[in-house]
């Protein structure tokens, strides 16, 4: 036991903290999936029941995973490190304020930003399937509960265990870049071609604004909300209009009126969110110590 502990120490502590972070992932994603399982097969006579059934298992899992990260249960020579990784810290009402402004005007921004992109490259279409056999309730449900999970289980994994011990070592901007870089690579399981290849780079944005929230406020309670209510709304929006259809290239058709429409939106409220963003570092700073 000692000699695999003092293996494990001799990694560098980014390869531990990344490792470290997808254990916590690849865990509460995996059981989150086999209680979507469960649920389906124990509600097979009676689909109506598919959405509760999912919400109460899942609602409960996610209720002990996030008990467990911050420091409840065994072993207790892991209570305080836990707790330190997830860094789910209350913050006062203010600094809520600016870091959900923050965040909105840097997700609506990402999402022009997509749009562009869109205008650039290919990109996959983003869709679900197989959801027309489920009641609405049921879909609903199923919805909500997934875009739950991903802010509580990405968050916890991403930006809590994974970038707080790099922070705390090398800084907030290796932190920042590593595990944006990872969070963008992790979702190309998303898809099952290389298609996918097309969204690292906008994962990869989104997780930069996620990152630098989690530092600027030193809790990832921010960015769990924006996180869960942006992919929720995603969700929504794709299952009840389907993807956006696919728009010709600049390269082929030439930049029109809505190519530039969505640049300027884009800049504009990214210019916006860096000036929200550096307001947050100022309201999130705590106040001198009196000597």
């Known amino acids: 036991m000692n000699s695999t502990a003092t293996l494990w120490q001799r990694f ?8 470290i972070g997808l ?5 509460g994603a995996g059981v989150w ?9 124990l509600t097979v006579s009676i689909p109506w029941a598919l959405g509760p059934v999912f919400l109460l298992l899942g609602g409960s899992f996610l209720w002990g995973y996030w008990q467990y990260l911050g420091g409840w249960g065994w072993p207790r020579r892991t209570i305080e490190i836990r707790r330190q990784h997830l860094r789910a810290r209350a913050l006062p009402g203010l600094v809520w304020a600016w870091a959900l402004g923050a965040g909105v005007l840097a997700v609506i921004s990402y999402v022009a930003l997509i749009l562009v992109w869109g205008r650039l ?9 197989g959801l027309s056999r489920y009641s609405f309730l049921t879909v609903l449900c199923l919805l909500l509960g997934t875009a739950v999970e991903a802010g509580v289980v990405e968050e916890a994994a ?3 265990y994974m970038q707080a011990p790099i922070e705390k070592k090398y800084g907030p901007k290796v932190a920042i870049v590593v595990v944006s870089v990872v969070f963008g690579l992790v979702h190309l399981a998303n898809g ?5 290849l097309t969204w690292v780079v906008p994962y990869m944005v989104f997780g930069a604004i996620l990152g630098t929230l989690a530092y600027l406020t030193n809790s990832i309670l921010p960015g769990l909300v924006v ?9 929504f929006l794709v299952w009840r209009f389907g993807p956006n259809p696919q728009e010709p290239l600049i390269w082929q058709s030439g930049p029109d009126a809505s190519f530039w429409a969505r640049l300027m939106i ?6 916006v969110a860096v000036w929200a963003y550096r307001r947050l570092a100022v309201v999130a700073r705590p106040a001198p110590r009196l000597s």
Request: proline residues 4%; hydrophobic residues 60%; charged residues 15%.
């Open 158 to 160: 991403f930006r809590g």
């Open 192 to 196: 099952g071609d290389f298609h996918e």
């Open 12 to 19: 560098p502590l980014l390869v531990r903290a990344v490792l």
């Open 23 to 27: 254990l916590v992932l690849f865990f």
């Open 121 to 129: 490259i290919p990109l996959q279409q983003w869709t679900w399937t």
């Open 227 to 235: 996180h869960a209510a942006g992919d929720a709304l995603r969700f």
């Open 33 to 41: 999936a086999s209680l979507l399982f469960a649920s389906h097969k």
């Open 266 to 271: 884009a800049l504009i409220f990214g210019f």
